[in-house]
């Protein structure tokens, strides 16, 4: 695969300049937190974005173990997490409008990972569908429900790139095993934005990769089609991609300003009680969180670099603002999240953000696209 240089639509973000060679370990948390609050200023000082609406996608099954790093108490090996997609519109460095699809999850796509093969293939996805999946809606068809046209995207990004089918988003040149035609994008004038390190994990699988990438997903995926970056980068007023590796090595979290301050967005951890233990009433996780005296708990189904992770928790709850519904709890909300089902006892997040809704979602000037 040929990897593209980032154009100059993203700009680094020199606050994070070289803060995650700094050694020894302690040094460079702290250097990091350093890091986020002096940017924090500044990218509450650049603006916010025009318009943000989130719509959940579909409920999967996860093990409870993985959730918050074997910490909470559960009577079921198994919970649910939701997906929600994003669609943001900004300001752009050209002055021109910009519309960006963040976590536009193809369920079909995501089943074909080694995890949910597997669960299939034992037999249970019958139980699984009954208890665990819920569909809310498909991201081919919620732009047109917001006004607009799939060729209105500009940009498309995850977080990282977990169960991803990618050919089934961006398309592809060669047909998906099975099917008889190659794929056509789902969003025809979008490019991905993903972290380099993202990509590379496809060039090379580690064993405790493997599991969670779906095989050949990016496979025939056009190289135009790619916006790779480094590090962390701006992408215009009130939208950044902050490099949080740890989860994978390619992890990046959306970082938004609105008029409710900043919100954070990835898959670091689970809940809002991953970022904030302390207010946790989940039994166990306040507990154990105080015993080992630390102030985030881990998404752990990878555990590709548990401190990297740790440390890009605490770079994504410095860059947060608190909620003006409960300013105890910072706006940080997991891009797949805990659900609150009472069956789920007793896994129930202690507080959900919900979804995000802000400003009028516009139609850009299609004749001067």
């Not at 959306?254 to 904030?276: K, R």
């Not at 805990?338 to 004749?367: E, M």
Request: hydrophobic content about 40%.
């Amino acid at each position: 695969m040929t990897m593209l240089e980032p154009t100059t639509a993203l700009r680094p973000i020199p606050e994070f300049e070289d803060v995650h060679e700094i050694w020894p370990r302690g040094d460079r948390l702290q250097a990091i937190r350093e890091a986020a609050g002096e940017y924090r200023q500044r990218f509450l000082t650049q603006g916010q974005v025009r318009a943000i609406r989130s719509v959940d996608i579909a409920a999967a099954p996860y093990p409870s173990r993985f959730a918050f790093q074997g910490y909470s108490l559960h009577v079921n090996p198994v919970m649910s997490i939701v997906n929600r997609m994003m669609v943001i519109q900004f300001d752009g460095f050209d002055g021109k409008l910009k519309t960006l699809v963040w976590e536009p999850t193809v369920a079909a796509g995501s089943a074909e990972a080694p995890f949910y093969n597997k669960i299939e293939k034992l037999g249970n996805a019958v139980r699984a569908s009954r208890f665990f999946v819920k569909y809310y809606n498909d991201p081919h068809t919620v732009l047109p429900s917001l006004g607009l046209s799939n060729a209105d995207v500009d940009y498309v990004s995850f977080d990282h790139l977990h169960v991803q089918d990618v050919r089934m988003i961006m398309g592809s040149d060669t047909p998906i095993e099975g099917e008889a035609t190659a794929r056509a994008p789902m969003f025809p004038n979008a490019k991905l934005l993903v972290h380099r390190r993202e990509l590379g994990t496809f060039e090379s699988m580690h064993p405790m990769q493997w599991a969670w990438y779906v095989k050949d997903g990016m496979a025939g995926v056009p190289p135009e089609r790619l916006e790779i970056f480094d590090g962390d980068v701006e992408l215009g007023v009130g939208v950044s991609l902050l490099w949080t590796p740890g989860h994978t090595d390619g992890n990046h979290s959306l970082c938004v300003n609105t008029p409710d301050g900043v919100w954070v967005s990835s898959e670091n951890g689970m809940a809002a009680d991953s970022w904030q233990p302390d207010l946790s009433k989940i039994p166990g996780i306040k507990q154990q969180a105080e015993f080992y005296g630390r102030e985030v708990v881990l998404n752990a189904n990878t555990l590709e670099d548990s401190l990297d992770q740790y440390d890009s928790m605490i770079k994504e709850k410095t860059m947060a603002s608190r909620s003006p519904r409960d300013p105890r709890w910072l706006q940080v909300v997991p891009s797949s999240e805990c659900v609150s089902w009472k069956r789920q006892w007793p896994l129930i997040p202690t507080f959900t953000h919900g979804g995000l809704n802000y400003g009028t979602i516009v139609a850009p000037d299609r004749h001067v696209r």
